[in-house]
């Protein structure tokens, strides 16, 4: 007999089993606390260089006030993360939209080519 079966067995001898308490689910962190850290000294860099400023993109979908920091050599080190050089005021459809189109983007300096 199965596992299933015996459970389904031991269901019918005893009734109405008692249901199993509820495991305590825990959330996975969208970023880890190393990054989470290094993500609080960023905004504190990058808010002055982008807040009540315009949007410096400029795409075709641009919301004109910037939202945040477009970061054209890529944000996957602290360094780069940080390098408010490197980048500029962008609103969130333009940030978007430069994920969205690459070549665009690149051919705009909006994006450094990693892969040359
Ligand atoms: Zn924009």
């Known amino acids: 007999m199965t596992p299933f079966m015996q ?3 031991a ?3 005893f009734g109405k089993a008692t249901p199993e308490p509820k495991k305590e689910v825990k959330a996975i962190p969208k970023v880890a606390k190393k990054r989470a850290k290094d993500n609080r000294e960023y905004a504190k860099v990058s808010r002055p260089v982008w807040k009540g400023k315009l949007c410096q993109i400029r795409s075709p979908v641009c919301t004109k006030h910037a939202e945040g920091f477009n970061h054209a050599g890529g944000k996957e080190t602290k360094e780069k993360l940080l390098d408010i050089a490197n980048g500029q005021a ?3 459809a333009c940030n978007e939209y ?3 189109h690459h070549e665009w983007a690149v051919k705009n300096g909006l994006r450094i080519k990693r892969n040359t």
């Open 7 to 9: 459970a389904l067995q």
């Open 11 to 13: 269901k019918k001898a």
């Open 90 to 92: 962008a609103c969130n």
């Open 98 to 100: 430069c994920e969205q």
